[in-house]
């Protein structure tokens, strides 16, 4: 049993990790179940998992049996993982929630796609002798969308190219 204690802001806060604790964290991150499911597995919420899984909340045996069973894992299993027979890969914690990238849907700043609309945006500028922020001031634009719309970062949408041909 590995013990560790703290000293904290002027009182003692006595934390007691265990390997049984720190068996069971690295259960329910191999098995990619996060504290909320945890939580709702044994009647807590996912505050008082973390505060199990830090060694600042006991945990009784029976609440203890359900976890392991939530990890779909034996007793026989855990004891092993307790004993060293079976080792975990020790994964951060991070590794359970999906990254959630959505793509750009307004605009397309990673990949450039350059528009017919935009070599004909870009064409009537330099005809009419403007710099991309003489042209952004008579639109009534900034600078950098003139040239995010010739360069096919960003859409072009046809309402602003009767602006700019306006102008």
Not at 17 to 41: P, Q
Not at 102 to 121: C, D, H, N
Request: net charge positive; glycine share 6%.
């Amino acid at each position: 049993m590995e013990r560790i204690k703290l000293k904290r802001g002027g009182r003692h806060n006595i934390r007691v990790i265990t390997d049984d604790i720190i068996a069971l964290r690295r259960m329910r991150i191999s098995r990619k179940i996060s504290r909320v499911d945890a939580g709702k597995a044994i009647g807590v919420s996912a505050k008082t998992i973390e505060r199990i899984e830090n060694g600042r909340h006991n945990i009784s045996d029976e609440r203890m049996k359900q976890l392991i069973r939530r990890y779909r894992y034996t007793l026989e299993e855990f004891r092993h993982i307790l004993e060293g027979k079976i080792v975990l890969p020790d994964l951060p914690a991070r590794s359970i929630y999906k990254t959630k990238r959505t793509p750009r849907i307004e605009g397309r700043k990673y990949q450039k796609i350059i528009s017919k609309e935009a070599r004909v945006l870009k064409a009537i500028r330099k005809l009419r002798k403007l710099t991309r922020p003489q042209a952004a001031e008579l639109c009534g634009l900034s600078r950098s969308v003139i040239d995010h719309w010739e360069n096919g970062r960003v859409n072009l949408p046809s309402e602003r190219i009767k602006t700019e041909i306006r102008n």
